[in-house]
């Protein structure tokens, strides 16, 4: 399993109104039907730049979905971002695979 990562890191001054926004972003990018699942999360660090770093993680449902995502729906939504928020937010993508999941067994007495 593959997820791409974006990372971005967010100035303040725009924080709120990228972060309802990414709410509302996120279940659009999961309709290409290319992944199956979406995680938000915020890097808890403090960047030197400043700002606030968030992470989504979009599981998708193979490399050639992935792909397919890359070619059909990626340029676009860049080109969104880049028109809605331009030099106040920096973001970084990388991809990752799944090696394997380990889950805590908890059996009710």
């Not at 990228?18 to 990018?29: D, G, N, T």
């Not at 979009?58 to 050639?64: C, D, K, L, P, V």
């Amino acid at each position: 399993m593959i997820i791409y990562n974006v990372t971005a890191n967010i100035d303040e001054s725009i924080h709120d109104e990228w972060l309802a926004w990414i709410k509302e972003h996120i279940p659009v990018v999961l309709s290409t039907g290319k992944f199956d699942k979406a995680t938000l999360t915020r890097v808890l660090v403090e960047e030197d730049m400043g700002g606030l770093t968030y992470s989504i993680q979009y599981r998708a449902y193979s490399r050639e979905a992935l792909d397919s995502f890359y070619k059909e729906n990626a340029p676009k939504f860049r080109e969104e971002v880049q028109k809605k928020f331009a030099d106040k937010m920096l973001a970084f993508r990388t991809e990752l695979e799944m090696i394997d999941e380990y889950f805590v067994n908890i059996s009710p007495n």
